[in-house]
């Protein structure tokens, strides 16, 4: 009996390799397996339907651009290849797709809808750079930077610059500090910053970053093994954030000094009368 059961186990194996040899593993490059995982078809509609799903595995997608307008701040989309400049729709300007990295001296403004590195090593003067994304690695100077995305890598302190943008992220190596008050509507921190931060939608933390300081936002998330040591305001609507577009407008309000004087005309006109 046992003799009878072993005989066709071993028919079962033997029966198993003979198909695997029969069929070796990458006999054809061409078609071999591909590691995507799609979802199962629901029915099987006949035939091998493999040809389809590689060929939407190997579609792309052309690149689509966010673009601010440098010169009437009209926001717009731009799909495909870059050119060199791109054609503003409601103002008609060429704006420059150029992307700087600058390294060394540098005393000219710049505007581009493409990408301004400060690498290590620039010595900027009191230029104005306003560009689409704005990457800091080191120390800006004076510069006044305007841009969408502002993204901060290696030791930056910038102290000095004028920084104006909408979506702040400091990078896994980033380790900042600001002395001015940052307003934003995203910041993400991934690395180190201390600062004063007013963030319009939202402050993450990353797992193993730091923040320092204090934020006024209406969602802070922190992930697993954030590290915070701040003052905290969570407030629905978030802080009164001033658009990133350019101007700062901190100045606009009138001052209670401006109020208080206008009242006082006033009355006094009032009374001689
Ligand atoms: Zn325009």
């Known amino acids: 009996m046992a003799d ?23 006999a ?9 995982r799609l979802p199962a078809p629901r029915k099987p509609a006949g035939g091998a339907k493999a040809p389809p799903v590689a060929h939407a ?40 797709t150029k992307a700087y990295t600058l390294d060394g001296p540098w005393s000219e403004p710049i505007a581009t809808v493409g990408t301004v590195t400060v690498a290590v090593g620039a010595a900027l003067g009191a230029v104005r750079i306003v560009a689409s994304k704005v990457r800091i690695a080191a120390d800006p100077g004076e510069a006044e930077i305007v841009c969408q995305d502002l993204e901060l890598t290696g030791n930056a302190a910038p102290g000095l610059a004028r920084l104006s943008f909408r979506d702040l992220l400091v990078a896994p190596e980033g ?40 934020a006024r936002t209406p969602r802070l998330i ?15 609507g978030g802080g009164a954030v001033e658009k990133p577009a350019g101007k700062p407008d901190g100045e606009k ?21």
């Open 253 to 273: 309000r009138p001052t209670p000094a401006r109020r208080a004087r206008g009242g006082r005309g006033k009355k006094k006109v009032a009374g001689d009368q």
């Open 57 to 96: 595995a190997r579609t792309a997608l052309p690149p689509r651009y966010d673009i601010l307008c440098y010169a009437c701040a009209y926001r717009f989309t731009h799909t495909g290849r870059m050119p060199e400049t791109v054609l503003c729709p409601k103002c008609r300007e060429a704006l420059q």
């Open 222 to 236: 922190l992930e697993d093994g954030a590290r915070l040591s701040a003052r905290l305001a969570i407030v629905p």
């Open 4 to 26: 009878g059961d072993r005989a066709k186990m071993i028919d079962g194996f033997a029966s198993v390799q003979a198909v695997r040899r029969r069929r070796p593993k990458g």
């Open 28 to 36: 054809d490059p061409k078609y071999a397996p591909t590691r995507t």
């Open 175 to 214: 380790r900042c500090v600001f002395t001015q008050k940052l307003a934003c509507r995203k910041a993400a921190v991934l690395g180190r910053l201390k600062a004063r931060l007013e963030a319009e939608e939202s402050l993450t933390v990353g797992a193993g970053a730091t923040f320092q300081g204090e």
